[in-house]
């Protein structure tokens, strides 16, 4: 292992001096470039905003290119001008104050530079756009990514190969070609057979547009009007006029109450629906029976 030398160290520091040396000077001069605000403008750095405007019109007087034909003119009155939209905001003003005051903090003044020229002039809505529409393509490539591993998982299984192996029997009459020269035949009869199969996967379904974050944040008024008017029929069909309860309504009741996912209740069997469903098991003593005989039924069949 190398060890260090006196002279190494040195060339080391030196470069570090030469690097932060290098870096100051840009915290100061991002403001007014190589010169100084107060003395573009021929003012101190005490005076006030009065001051500033005044001395600001008079260059602008001088150095217009209207008024001035001399082409230094010119970028003499942007410099001019750009020292005056410094110095006479009082944030800004203060920002390069202390820019000149601390210039070892370079990355500091840097960032507040840009901060205060540049953040303010984004508008929030196109930031929230583009945010939105970022995270729905995200959310589109999340799912379909997991939508196809899923199917590729699936399509290995046995499972899988028997019940395509069925369905290909069953539109060729029960005959299976087996010639090699059909390989491709077969493979393409194989792609249009797996397109018939529904393979919906819990957990990683195929992505729908409808679902992504955007969109549901374009619907949002018209989802939130249809919740208030759902809302209102059912207060009023079933809190004022008393009414009995429908079979879809007493249905989301019962599979609200089981806490069972809407998914899961629509591949329940008919008969036992139609037993919870009578169970009222909304009500609260009714639900807590049914739990005591699903615990006993645990306990009897261990």
Not at 9 to 23: D, E, R
């Amino acid at each position: 292992m190398m060890v260090p030398t006196g002279a190494a160290i040195t060339w080391c520091a030196l470069t570090v001096i030469l690097v932060v040396s290098l870096l100051i000077r840009p915290s100061v001069a991002i403001y007014c470039d190589e010169d100084d605000c107060y003395d573009l403008l021929g003012v101190s750095q005490n005076a006030n905003s009065s001051e500033i405007k005044k001395a600001y019109y008079k260059l602008s007087l001088k150095y217009h290119p209207d008024k001035n034909p001399d082409p230094e003119s010119k970028k003499l009155f942007v410099k001019v001008a750009n020292a005056y939209e410094i110095l006479k905001d009082e944030a800004t003003r203060e920002q390069y104050d202390y820019a000149i005051a601390h210039p070892e903090e370079v990355f500091y003044n840097t960032a507040r530079y840009y901060h205060a020229y540049y953040g303010h002039k984004t508008d929030p809505r196109a930031v929230f756009v583009g945010l939105i529409l970022m995270l729905s393509v995200f959310q589109y490539l999340n799912q379909w990514t997991r939508y196809t591993q899923a199917i590729d998982m699936v399509k290995k299984s046995p499972a899988y190969k028997n019940k395509l192996k069925a369905l290909e029997l069953e539109r060729n009459g029960g005959v299976t070609n087996k010639k090699k020269s059909n390989k491709q035949v077969d493979k393409k009869l194989q792609e249009e057979l797996s397109k018939e199969l529904d393979l919906q996967i819990k957990g990683a379904e195929k992505p729908s547009v409808w679902e992504l974050l955007g969109i549901r944040f374009l619907l949002l008024p018209y989802t939130v009007g249809k919740l208030l008017l759902w809302y209102g029929c059912w207060f009023w069909r079933y809190k004022v006029k008393r009414a009995p309860y429908s079979w879809e309504d007493a249905s989301y009741l019962t599979r609200r109450s089981l806490g069972v996912p809407s998914d899961s209740w629509r591949y329940t069997d008919e008969s036992t629906k139609e037993d919870l469903i009578q169970r009222r098991l909304w009500e609260k003593p009714n639900l807590e029976s049914y739990m005591a005989e699903m615990r006993k039924e645990s306990k009897r069949r261990r």
